[in-house]
């Protein structure tokens, strides 16, 4: 009897809780179960909340601040980063810009010099990548010769013809977005590395 009364009462306070969770509504947003994941305890970039008292009830954090308190008090902008300003263009660490060139504007893309330097710790680092992303289809020398290469056929052989005279610029974008029967690469690989796979094919694969 004890027990059927425990196990009623506990579901009255279950589905108390349940049914007040459920009272969302506008700006209401009903009872949080875990509020720690709701709210960020790291800076929110886009937003702060500026009163120190918020989710105090929950609080253990050194400075005594309330748990949802996350303002960066440098920045009274409401927002803990300032916004970039209009027309700002992302550049990557080493300052490039994003590449925007579809697939098909080959010519464009050949008029874009190698940014990076020659040198032998390049090459050897080309190498290895050529090794690892291009040998399998174009052979380690090549010449089209790569065991998937004679599988899939087709396959380029850049010690010939006219590939012999490739710009670096339309390698490098004939790795990162691909032509024809072979596939992009521009996700596997960085530009960095792209680059310098460059300098490789047209300073080792393609000196005759
Ligand atoms: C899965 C096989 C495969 C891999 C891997 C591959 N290629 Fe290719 N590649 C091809 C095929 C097939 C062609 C011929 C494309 C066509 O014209 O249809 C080609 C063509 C090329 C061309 C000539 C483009 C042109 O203008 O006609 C270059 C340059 C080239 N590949 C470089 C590379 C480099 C550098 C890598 C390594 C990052 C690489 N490829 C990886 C299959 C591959």
Request: aromatic residues 8%.
């Amino acid at each position: 009897m004890k027990l059927v009364k425990t196990l009623s009462i506990l579901g009255i306070v279950t589905a108390g809780i349940v049914l007040g969770a459920c009272r969302a509504g506008g700006e209401d947003q009903g009872l949080e179960f875990a509020p720690q994941m709701y709210h960020s305890v790291a800076y929110e970039p886009l937003t702060q909340i500026t009163d120190e008292s918020q989710g105090d009830w929950l609080s253990n954090r050194e400075d005594e601040k309330g748990e949802f308190y996350n303002s960066n008090i440098y920045n009274p902008h409401n927002m803990n980063m300032r916004e970039p300003v209009e027309n700002t263009v992302p550049r990557n660490k080493n300052g490039y810009l994003p590449y925007r060139l579809k697939a098909f504007e080959l010519e464009e893309a050949a008029l874009i010099e190698n940014p990076i330097e020659l040198s032998d710790e390049v090459l050897d680092e080309g190498e290895t990548l050529y090794l690892q992303y291009c040998s399998s289809c174009h052979g380690a020398g090549g010449e089209g010769d790569g065991k998937a290469g004679l599988i899939i056929g087709g396959v380029a052989n850049l010690k010939g013809g006219a590939y012999i005279n490739l710009p670096e610029g339309h390698i490098f974008h004939v790795i990162t977005k691909g032509k024809g029967r072979m596939g992009a690469h521009g996700s596997q690989i960085t530009p960095e590395s792209r680059w310098k796979i460059v300098h490789y094919v047209k300073q080792e694969i393609q000196k005759q």
